[in-house]
């Protein structure tokens, strides 16, 4: 029996984690939570709405924790998993961006995110590797011009086009923040530097992430959009139980790529640049987007904006290296209050 804790039980990754927990016999629900939804539908026997998230760790002594909080909040729980050598399911991919080497290269940590864990099977036992390859659908407003983009709704931009998710990573992946985010994840997580790691559209987000080689090969992970896929291999690892999602009918398939547009989709760019600053810059950068983001959803900031506020903060910031959780909680914070400076005064 695998008891596994579940954080961000009522989300989208938490849901489909209960119907993958459920479905298979040898795992067990120890512990969920959510940051403020009820919990009365899910079956476990430690639950907590809000709260201290590494005390609920501490008191569920899981297994494996499956960490699918949304934002900077899942930090906590992200560090209380490494810290204590316990398996970390994460999907969380804020916490490893804004925890940078606080977190990175510790641990146990098996990446949910969908083109990570097509990296991390890539990489399994492999040598001369080359680079990576993360592969984005490009998101909703993908071909649209910025004039296009200047007067977008939230509703808009929660349309996605391949995957179903909440709201912020969905805001995320038609900015093409989403994809900058997963840059640094994959530094942090592969410990590649970042010119190594190119990104490319592919729009039916069928191939999930490629591995180069240096003879030349190349390895990449393609499977149907379906979060259930990489949540299975993750809480099963490394067994990779069956599921019940079908494999590709590939007569049926025709894969195109092409270049992001790093013109229109400014994000992409900012990300990698915070990468590459390094100390707090990508906890920053994330701080500001979580800010910006937020602003769009309320109708207080244009989609356009969202880029604005996060380049000003980031131009703005202190990024000095966090030597512990205070000052990363500290760096979080105060780009927090330059994006909210930037703001349009409402
Ligand atoms: P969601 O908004 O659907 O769910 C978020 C969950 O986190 C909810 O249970 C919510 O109650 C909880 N939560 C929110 N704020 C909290 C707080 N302050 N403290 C504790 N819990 C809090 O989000 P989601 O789409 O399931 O995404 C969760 C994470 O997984 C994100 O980091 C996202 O980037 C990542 N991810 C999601 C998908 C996807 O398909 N949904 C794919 C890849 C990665
Ligand atoms: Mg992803």
């Given at each position: 029996m695998k008891r596994v804790a579940l954080l961000g039980a009522t989300g989208s990754i938490g849901r489909q984690a209960i119907e993958i927990i459920e479905a298979h016999p040898e795992l067990e629900l120890c512990a969920a939570s959510s940051?403020?939804?009820?919990?009365?539908?899910v079956d476990a026997p430690l639950k907590q709405v809000g709260g201290d998230l590494a005390e609920l760790l501490e008191r569920a002594d899981p297994d494996v924790v499956l960490n699918a909080v949304v934002g900077f909040a899942g930090i906590h729980a992200t560090l209380w998993a490494v810290e204590n050598d316990v398996p970390l399911a994460l999907a969380n991919k804020e916490s490893l961006v804004a925890g940078g080497e606080l977190v990175g290269g510790r641990g146990r940590i098996i990446p949910v995110d969908s083109e990570h864990s097509a990296l991390f099977q890539c990489l399994e036992g492999k040598t001369g590797i080359q680079g990576l390859v993360l592969t984005g659908?490009?998101?909703?407003?993908?071909?649209?011009?910025r004039d296009e983009l200047a007067s977008v709704t939230p509703e808009e931009a929660l349309a996605h086009p391949t995957w179903r998710m909440g709201p912020k990573i969905t805001v995320d992946s038609a900015t093409l923040a989403n994809k900058g985010l997963e840059l640094i994840e994959a530094h942090f997580l592969?410990?590649?530097?970042?010119?190594?790691i190119e990104v490319v559209i592919q729009p039916t987000s069928i191939v999930h992430s490629l591995v180069r080689f240096r003879d030349g090969a190349a390895i990449a992970h393609i499977g149907y959009p379906d979060m259930r896929v990489p949540i299975s291999y993750a809480l099963t690892y490394p067994e990779r139980a069956p599921t019940e999602i079908p494999g590709l009918d590939l007569t049926a398939l025709t894969l195109q790529f092409e270049a992001p547009d790093v013109e229109t989709f400014p994000m992409l760019e900012l990300a990698r640049r915070a990468g590459e600053a390094g100390g707090t810059a990508p906890c920053a950068f994330n701080a500001a987007n979580e800010v910006a983001v937020a602003a769009f959803l309320e109708g207080?900031?244009?989609?356009?904006g969202i880029a604005d506020v996060v380049a000003d903060a980031l131009d703005r910031a202190d990024t000095a290296a966090a030597r512990d959780l205070d000052d990363l909680l500290e760096a979080d914070r105060r780009a927090r209050d330059l994006a909210e400076q930037g703001l349009p005064v409402a």
């Open positions: 940051g403020s939804t009820p919990l009365d539908d659908s490009g998101g909703p407003f993908r071909g649209r011009t592969f410990g590649l530097p970042y010119d190594s207080r900031l244009p989609f356009l």
